[in-house]
């Protein structure tokens, strides 16, 4: 088999699981709506609401740097499991650690924080809506979407695109950048180890199987990580070989470290195997489920190199 044909297999052994992607408003204008806007000291915070799909609306974070020369590179930036949502990577409330939407921002990207149903000001929204067998799907429908916005903007060079984010927004970036390969650089911090490392950390896979992630998880495949149709390592597999940037703490107790390693182990052996080019950061701070200070501008310097950004 050979690669694209690879990915494409990986990529429907996904859908087993997550639903079909929703492809039907790829390439029409995203409507957006400015409700506020401020400057925070080199950065034009607007909140804004945008359309991912008709009768849909989204409420997100657009961070534009006051002062840029030329097109420069647009990041979406995924909030983790949190009440406050979007305004976290913001920079409004929650934890300065995960602060990256401003501080990319700050560092003279373009960048989207989006809210996801029954997160922040979509609060009250059913993470599993009609037409949708999973909220993961919804949820990479809604980061999609916000890529389109994102190349819609002038500031944006549409080739220089990017996802970063912590815990559920870390694996949403792996979820997001296998399907959509106008992503050329994913971070992820925290956000996965394989299905059966999982398991033997929490019991199964129930966890994964809530509305607002994979219900199919529990309905097909039993929470039983043996039975999934597709492998966490594989779903790594299908970014390649675009960049990756890996934020795995020696104490997460959220996801298993040795699975990590499992992990990156199989994707070099796939790299070498194709003869790729394996643009790859893996660090393991000795902290918790947690994004520190080192690790984000080791991850941010890491990003701006794949992207050939140029600090602002």
């Not at 979406?76 to 009440?83: K, N, R, S, Y």
């Not at 979509?122 to 993961?136: A, N, R």
């Not at 106008?182 to 992820?188: D, S």
């Amino acid at each position: 088999m050979n690669w694209m044909d690879r990915r494409k297999d990986i990529l429907e052994r996904m859908e087993r699981f997550m639903g079909p992607l929703k492809t039907q408003w790829d390439g029409l204008p995203v409507e957006t709506e400015t409700l506020s806007e401020e400057k925070i000291g080199n950065v034009i915070r607007k909140h804004i609401r945008y359309q991912d799909q008709p009768g849909s609306v989204i409420w997100a974070y657009l961070m534009i740097p006051e002062e840029i020369s030329g097109k420069v590179p647009g990041m979406i930036c995924l909030h983790q499991t949190t009440g406050c949502g979007s305004r976290e990577p913001a920079g409004l409330e929650g934890k300065e650690n995960l602060y990256y939407a401003l501080e990319l921002a700050q560092r003279g990207m373009v960048t989207l924080a989006p809210d996801l149903p029954s997160f922040g000001e979509m609060k009250d929204v059913h993470p599993l809506p009609e037409g949708y067998v999973s909220g993961t799907m919804k949820d990479i429908t809604i980061h999609r979407r916000g890529l389109d916005l994102l190349t819609q903007l002038p500031q944006v060079d549409s080739d220089r695109l990017g996802s970063i984010g912590h815990s559920l927004g870390g694996h949403n970036t792996l979820f997001l950048a296998a399907f959509e390969p106008r992503i050329k650089v994913a971070a992820t911090s925290c956000g996965f180890t394989t299905w059966k490392a999982y398991a033997k950390s929490f019991g199964s896979l129930a966890a994964w199987a809530q509305d607002r992630y994979m219900p199919l998880v529990r309905d097909v495949y039993q929470n039983n990580p043996d039975k999934m149709s597709v492998k966490f390592e594989e779903i790594l597999e299908a970014i390649l070989p675009r960049a990756m940037y890996v934020n795995a703490p020696k104490s997460d107790s959220n996801f298993d470290q040795e699975g990590v390693k499992e992990c990156m182990k199989y994707i070099r052996h796939v790299a070498a195997k194709q003869n790729m080019t394996l643009n790859l950061l893996v660090e393991q701070p000795d902290c918790g489920h947690d994004f520190p200070k080192e690790q984000r501008e080791n991850c941010y310097v890491f990003i701006e190199n794949m992207l050939s950004a140029k600090r602002g």
